[in-house]
């Protein structure tokens, strides 16, 4: 059985139907897979969530902990995004 592992980052991306459209299903992908290349499974999580009621703003995400919120995102900002506040953030 799988442990109740909780880990250090997360990122919430919106695959609602707006979002998923606009690319929110993709950013989800590509966040996995950088995830995955790095290394970095055990301590960062990507989660699918349903819709926001940010539709107008598709695709949205956020990342925590550092509580950093996301809109119209494009893949060169998801990328940024991922540097900044995966990556080089020093919370926790
Ligand atoms: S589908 Fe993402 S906010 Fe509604």
């Not at 897979?33 to 499974?41: A, F, R, T, V, Y």
Request: glycine share 6%; charged share 30%; net charge positive.
């Amino acid at each position: 059985m799988k442990g109740f592992d909780i880990p250090d980052k997360v990122i919430y991306v919106c695959t609602g139907s707006k979002c998923k459209k606009k690319g929110g299903k993709d950013l989800a992908k590509m966040f996995r897979s950088m995830i995955k290349d790095m290394g970095l499974q055990n301590t960062v999580e990507v989660i699918k969530t349903e819709c926001t009621d940010r539709c107008d703003f598709a695709p949205v995400m956020s990342m925590q902990p550092d509580n950093a919120w996301l809109h119209h995102v494009t893949e060169a900002q998801a990328r940024q995004a991922f540097q900044e506040h995966i990556i080089s953030s020093d919370k926790p």
